[in-house]
T-cell receptor, first 115, second 112 residues
Framework: AQSVTQLDSQVPVFEEAPVELRCNYS??????LFWYVQYPNQGLQLLLK??????LVKGINGFEAEFNKSQTSFHLRKPSVHISDTAEYFC?????????????FGRGTSLIVHP | DAGVIQSPRHEVTEMGQEVTLRCKPI?????LFWYRQTMMRGLELLIY????????DSGMPEDRFSAKMPNASFSTLKIQPSEPRDSAVYFC??????????FGQGTRLTVV
């Protein structure tokens, strides 16, 4: 079975500063990796995904993530954050299980952007 | 497509009452998931369906919880009888591949 660890429950940062949200996973097989964003009172929205190929993945809203197989990490980065990026961010891993790929989510990281 | 549609968005009910949450997945998607989100436990997978068939319901907390998918465009999650500890946000998600799931807006359930 796979698992996901998001190392920070809360990340405060000032507007226009860079940010990195950390995610580590464990799995005995090849995985797909995802980042989702959840704004208050909303559902989860897919930010970006790694399926194969280039380890640097670009997503919506200027976010990117890098897959590092040796470190089993998939950290999310943005060079300059906006107030509107304040939200909950979830890392998820998906691995084959009985022919299905069921996503497992981390506990989430609350990104708080201060003016 | 309108995305995954859940109803109601908010539900307040008294302990002991039956609660039914509804979900319409995106047309053409053959996987449907029900998740529960709480502060204490985060996002938990309750059950998932493939081609309308329940595949894994090991996440369903108790026999009070049941889920059905009578056709490809509709699923329900029922709690009977409801208890205060069932208060949470319940999400439905659908996908057609392992390339990422699409979530509904969620139903915020409050059991008093």
């Amino acid at each position: 079975a796979q698992s996901v660890t998001q190392l920070d429950s809360q990340v405060p940062v000032f507007e226009e500063a860079p940010v990195e949200l950390r995610c580590n996973y464990s799995s005995s097989v090849s995985v797909y990796l995802f980042w989702y964003v959840q704004y208050p009172n909303q559902g989860l929205q897919l930010l970006l995904k790694y399926l194969s190929g280039s380890t640097l993945v670009k997503g919506i809203n200027g976010f990117e993530a890098e897959f590092n197989k040796s470190q089993t990490s998939f950290h999310l980065r943005k060079p300059s954050v906006h107030i509107s990026d304040t939200a909950e961010y979830f890392c998820a891993v998906s691995a084959p299980s009985g022919g299905s790929y069921i996503p497992t989510f981390g506990r989430g990281t609350s990104l708080i952007v201060h003016p | 497509d309108a995305g995954v549609i859940q109803s109601p968005r908010h539900e307040v009910t008294e302990m002991g009452q039956e609660v039914t949450l509804r979900c319409k997945p995106i047309s053409g998607h053959d996987y449907l998931f029900w998740y529960r989100q709480t502060m204490m436990r985060g996002l938990e997978l309750l059950i998932y369906f493939n081609n309308n068939v329940p595949i894994d319901d090991s996440g369903m907390p108790e026999d009070r919880f049941s889920a059905k998918m009578p056709n490809a465009s509709f699923s329900t999650l029922k709690i009977q009888p409801s208890e205060p500890r069932d208060s949470a946000v319940y999400f439905c998600a659908s996908t057609t591949s392992p390339r990422g799931a699409f979530f509904g807006q969620g139903t915020r359930l409050t059991v008093v």
